[in-house]
């Protein structure tokens, strides 16, 4: 049998996909047992791979055992059960199996002549997330690469809708605990530092609606030549998982006409359980949200989201058809005319299948595993509270908040020395230690620990275990 240029037989390709496909069960089946954390330098890793690529064909067995020992075999592992920092990456063996599939059948999702089935599936997948958000009829989404492009899309569209394209007069407030890829966003889309309203937050880490208020009034002032347009809500911060005063950012929003965007790339899926609907409320009357399915929805990366109130404004925004130019395009619209065109509704053209594995993992596991272990992590974090608040050598710094809690050693602790820098070198030991990752972050000004729990298969054994071994460590 002639193999086709760039192909293995079927012989080879079995092979091989069997041997990947047990490299992948046995990471999930032994995950709790290795290591959080390998790191090897460059130098290491260059003396290891070889830096030079052959000219003849090698083994895909040899290849696989290399990418086996010494690429897989240096990772911090984002979906270890005793991985607490940053935002966990859990992902699930059905999503993986699914991003297998969108990749081997080289899914085309840019638009529904290419692939009506996967459009179909993006359709179903978004409109369920936009009602477990609370946005009404007519409200829809795409899926993105994460929350770096689904805040980027959403604020390119509520420029576009409320402004009309760009305005060097144009104000967008949001907090001091946003996210950086807020101000990341609005740098690639033009605005400048004096176009941007930083606010202080309250005490409790949430927009300070004072000072928001003031802003706006101030900005709206004569002779100011300011035209204030959006504000920016977060729906659970990373840093301590705080969540603005939403309804009251909603009502300021509809007396000022301004463009309402919710990040809620991190904690916006706690809107699946009661609890977090309530910590929530307002979030159905964002004019656009955020959130990421590879964070607490569990799935592999990448897929984020971006929601719009309504559909419409994301073609506005993103659709372009210059009357004097030709397109290849031309026979997308004309053949399915009364279907989705997805790259009219973003930045790609070129689209992967992103929602397959969200869409067979709530098939496979059902909506009620997914609303339970949110309402697990939730719990698991305000449990973890209560055993550092009973400690007299642990001060909670922050509370929990959408299983997110920040702690550090109490200020008068004999041995916290510069207390900055003490948990700064604890977290570097835990990282060499490879128990388990817990990072820092800084709270008005102070260097504390953060927990983020909102891995399925994290225990209380697990955060007990960990707390133990970073006061040893300290």
Same mark, same amino acid.
């Given at each position: ?19 990947? @496909?047990?490299?992948? @069960? ?9 290591? @959080? ?25 040899? *290849?696989?055992?290399? *990418? ?79 929350g770096s492009m689904a805040n980027l ?13 760009? +305005? ?39 927009? +300070? ?33 705080? @969540? ?10 509809? %007396? ?20 977090? %609907? ?45 009357? +004097? ?45 997914? &609303? +339970? ?49 003490? *948990?700064? &070198? ?38 007990r275990a960990t707390l133990d071994r ?5």
């Amino acid at each position: 049998m002639t193999v086709p240029p760039l192909q293995l037989s079927p012989e080879a390709m079995r092979s091989l996909g069997y041997k990947v @496909v047990d490299l992948i @069960v046995d990471h999930f089946t032994t995950l709790r047992e290795q290591p @959080v954390s390998v790191q090897r330098t460059r130098t290491e890793l260059d003396a290891q791979l070889g830096t030079e690529f052959p000219a003849e064909p090698m083994p895909p067995e040899e *290849v696989l055992a290399t *990418v086996e020992r010494h690429v897989l075999g240096a990772l911090t592992h984002v979906d270890h059960p005793r991985f607490y920092a940053f935002v966990p990456g859990p992902g699930n063996f059905v999503g993986t199996m699914a991003d297998a599939l969108a990749s081997g059948f080289n899914v085309f999702a840019g638009h529904w002549l290419a692939a009506s089935g996967a459009g179909a599936v993006e359709l179903q997948t978004i409109d369920w997330l936009r009602r477990e958000c609370g946005l009404p009829d007519g409200a829809g989404g795409l899926f993105v690469s994460g929350g770096s492009m689904a805040n980027l899309s959403a604020l390119a569209t509520a420029r576009r809708i409320s402004l009309g394209g760009p +305005d060097p007069s144009a104000v967008v407030y949001y907090s001091d605990q946003t996210h950086n890829s807020l101000a990341k966003a609005l740098r690639v889309l033009g605005f400048t530092d004096a176009q941007q309203r930083m606010l202080p937050s309250d005490p409790n880490q949430r927009l +300070d609606m004072q000072s928001l208020r003031d802003a706006v009034m101030a900005d709206r002032g004569a002779g100011r030549g300011r035209r204030p347009f959006c504000i920016v809500a977060n729906a659970g911060t990373t840093n301590t998982g705080a @969540v603005d005063p939403l309804d009251a950012i909603a009502d300021l929003c509809a %007396r000022e006409q301004l463009w309402m965007h919710v990040d809620g790339a991190y904690g916006a899926a706690a809107a699946l359980t009661q609890r977090g %609907r309530a910590q929530l409320a307002g979030l159905g009357r964002a004019d656009s949200i955020t959130l990421d399915p590879h964070k607490w929805l569990f799935q592999p990366f990448e897929i984020g989201c971006v929601l719009v109130r309504d559909m419409r404004h994301l073609r506005t925004t993103f659709s372009v058809h210059p009357e +004097d130019q030709a397109s290849y395009l031309e026979d997308v619209g004309r053949i399915a005319e009364r279907e989705v065109v997805f790259y009219e509704h973003g930045v790609q053209l070129t689209r992967g299948f992103r929602a397959l594995k969200l869409w067979m993992s709530l098939r496979v596991f059902g909506t009620q595993a997914f &609303r +339970d272990a949110i309402a697990g992590g939730i719990a698991l974090a305000e449990e973890a509270e209560r055993w550092l608040r009973a400690d007299t050598y642990w001060e909670v710094v922050t509370p929990a908040q959408l299983a997110v809690v920040t702690f550090a050693p109490r200020a008068q602790n004999p041995n916290a020395g510069d207390a900055n820098a003490a *948990v700064q &070198r604890t977290v570097e030991r835990l990282v060499a230690d490879g128990f388990a990752m817990v990072t820092s972050t800084a709270i008005r000004g102070r260097t504390v620990f953060r927990l983020c729990l909102i891995h399925p298969a994290a225990t209380v054994a697990d955060v007990r275990a960990t707390l133990d071994r970073l006061r040893q460590l300290a």
